[in-house]
């Protein structure tokens, strides 16, 4: 099984991901493999080229024991358990203005954020009942990790975890009068 940590970008999966150890970094292998079409004019990002990039997965996931575990925002599109990681708008504004994002990009990832475009995303590829969501507004990297940790133990064992499922976090209701 292929299990994809998600997310928008600045949502902090790298972080977390390097805490927990042996999960593949998905845009560093599209990356390092050249498996992208091209580069965007606009805003100078890889294209990944996602029908080759599942096939490379499989093969990879294939020759493992146990479950394979990726992360990159592309990861809920070729894995078939999806985790996705979220931050309230706010914060993620914060973030990203950090990282030295403009004005541009910052709007249009917060945008999706606060409008959920990955968790539909995920839920579309990978099905409502294989599809948790984390809250990591106001968590450290090391409770992120763990949180992530408690999620990935329990699909490994087949079990049900009660309180990520997609819906959980929403961060639009409390605008909505
Ligand atoms: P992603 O891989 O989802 O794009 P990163 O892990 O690269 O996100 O994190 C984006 C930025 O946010 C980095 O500057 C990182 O240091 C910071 N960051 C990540 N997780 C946390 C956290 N839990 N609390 C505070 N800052 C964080
Ligand atoms: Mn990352």
Redesign the pocket.
């Known amino acids: 099984m292929i299990i994809g940590i998600t997310?928008t970008?600045?949502?902090?999966?790298?972080?977390?991901c390097a805490l927990i150890g042996g999960v593949l970094d998905l845009n560093k292998l599209i990356k390092d493999e050249g498996l992208h079409l091209g580069v965007e004019r606009e805003r100078g990002s890889l294209i990944a080229d996602m029908d080759v990039v599942y096939d490379r997965i499989c093969e990879i996931a294939e020759g493992r024991d146990g479950n394979l575990v990726i992360e990159g925002h592309l990861s809920h599109h070729v894995c078939d358990v999806a985790i996705v990681?979220r931050l309230s708008p706010d914060e993620l504004v914060r973030?990203l203005e950090?990282?030295g994002y403009s004005g541009a990009k910052i709007s249009e990832n917060v945008e999706a954020e606060a409008i959920d475009v990955i968790l539909v995303e995920a839920v579309e590829w990978c099905g409502r009942d294989r599809v948790y969501e984390i809250d990591?507004t106001g968590?450290?990297?090391e409770e992120?990790a763990e949180t992530i940790r408690e999620v990935l133990d329990a699909v490994g064992r087949g079990i049900v975890v009660d309180g990520y499922e997609p819906g959980s976090v929403d961060w639009v209701s409390g605008y909505i009068f």
């Open positions: 997310g970008p600045g949502t902090g999966k790298t972080s977390a990681l973030r950090e990282r990591t968590k450290t990297v992120v």
